[in-house]
């Protein structure tokens, strides 16, 4: 009786595989294979929906494809589960490694496959990459390693992580990248928060020093923002003086131990009070 109930839980696809196993990487590779080599015309919705298999296993009957040729097509197609482990469920990844897949396999899977995202994305187009099993091994282990090093660069945006301040750091990064179109003309969302920069960053492709000049600039701001919180009776002002006036000015500052905006604020006072020097 046990094995009865068995055989009535399996699918149509199990009973044409002989497999009572479901695994959905296989299924969505068998989905595609079907889709783009042999023209299956399926609806691209059912691609990772809950009638794929059902899909796969009608277009299996109707066209009487060899059911052996299966398994051959998978065995020289789908790498290993562990060489694929390091691909996790993360925007951030899956947006570094999208074009670079698609550009490695010279691939674009069909279009409409709502329910194919994410990792299941990656895996479906490396599953799907016509290469030998060895040399989309060797491919897929690079981007590991090159993934690997990409992420240890974040060090050069720690200041955007800083626990308390990090919202608000990252706004004024949006803030001043928004002055550079070329920068963000291709992004409409204001960065809110560090992995949407560190994802806006990882898409500007800059070389090292243009990057750490921008994260100076920025930091820049902030710092002056900082001292229009900290002084909200006090603005900055620019101005251009001689390079003797400035001389005399540090050698005030140093003989009354003041920097030099308190002497100045002091000359000024000084003068609107007593009209010694301007009123004559």
Same mark, same amino acid.
């Given at each position: 009786?046990?094995?009865?109930?068995?055989?009535?839980?399996?699918?149509?696809?199990?009973?044409?595989?002989?497999?009572?196993?479901?695994?959905?990487?296989?299924?969505?590779?068998?989905? $595609?294979?079907?889709?783009?080599?042999?023209?299956?015309?399926?609806?691209?919705?059912?691609?990772?929906?809950?009638?794929?298999?059902?899909?796969?296993?009608?277009?299996?009957?109707?066209?009487?494809?060899? $059911?052996?040729?299966?398994?051959?097509?998978?065995?020289?197609?789908?790498?290993?589960?562990?060489?694929?482990?390091?691909?996790?469920?993360?925007?951030?990844?899956?947006?570094?490694?999208?074009?670079?897949?698609?550009?490695? =396999?010279?691939?674009?899977?069909?279009?409409?496959? *709502?329910?194919?995202?994410?990792?299941? $994305?990656?895996? =479906?187009?490396?599953?799907?990459?016509?290469?030998?099993?060895?040399?989309?091994?060797?491919?897929?282990?690079?981007?590991?390693? %090159?993934?690997?090093?990409?992420?240890?660069?974040?060090?050069?945006?720690?200041?955007?992580?800083?626990?308390?301040?990090?919202?608000?750091?990252?706004?004024?990064?949006?803030?001043?990248? %928004?002055?550079?179109?070329? $920068?963000?003309?291709?992004?409409?969302?204001?960065?809110?928060?560090?992995?949407?920069?560190?994802?806006?960053?990882?898409?500007?492709?800059?070389?090292?020093? %243009?990057?750490? =000049?921008?994260?100076?600039?920025?930091?820049?701001?902030?710092?002056?923002?900082?001292?229009?919180?900290?002084?909200?009776?006090?603005?900055?002002?620019? *101005?251009?003086?001689?390079? =003797?006036?400035?001389?005399?000015?540090?050698?005030?500052?140093?003989?009354?131990?003041?920097?030099?905006?308190? *002497?100045?604020?002091?000359?000024?006072?000084? %003068?609107?009070?007593?009209?010694?020097?301007?009123?004559?």
């Amino acid at each position: 009786m046990k094995n009865t109930g068995s055989q009535k839980e399996l699918d149509a696809l199990s009973e044409l595989l002989g497999d009572p196993n479901r695994n959905a990487r296989s299924d969505i590779w068998l989905w $595609l294979h079907l889709q783009m080599d042999l023209d299956a015309s399926f609806d691209p919705s059912t691609c990772g929906g809950l009638t794929m298999r059902d899909e796969i296993a009608f277009f299996l009957k109707t066209k009487k494809y060899p $059911l052996r040729r299966i398994s051959r097509e998978k065995d020289r197609s789908l790498i290993p589960d562990e060489s694929l482990a390091w691909i996790e469920e993360d925007e951030r990844q899956h947006q570094w490694l999208l074009g670079r897949i698609e550009k490695l =396999a010279n691939l674009r899977l069909p279009r409409g496959l *709502v329910h194919l995202k994410g990792r299941k $994305l990656l895996i =479906a187009l490396i599953d799907s990459w016509d290469a030998y099993l060895e040399e989309k091994s060797e491919e897929i282990e690079l981007l590991r390693k %090159e993934w690997l090093k990409h992420k240890a660069k974040d060090s050069a945006f720690e200041w955007f992580a800083e626990k308390k301040e990090s919202a608000s750091r990252c706004a004024c990064a949006w803030e001043w990248l %928004e002055k550079d179109n070329s $920068l963000v003309s291709r992004r409409t969302i204001p960065i809110t928060n560090y992995k949407e920069l560190l994802m806006f960053f990882d898409g500007a492709e800059l070389g090292r020093n %243009e990057q750490k =000049a921008i994260i100076n600039e920025i930091k820049k701001r902030w710092n002056r923002k900082q001292l229009d919180v900290r002084n909200p009776d006090k603005k900055q002002l620019n *101005v251009m003086i001689p390079i =003797a006036v400035i001389a005399q000015l540090d050698e005030l500052a140093a003989k009354h131990k003041l920097k030099r905006p308190q *002497v100045i604020e002091r000359l000024i006072t000084g %003068e609107f009070e007593a009209g010694i020097h301007l009123d004559y």
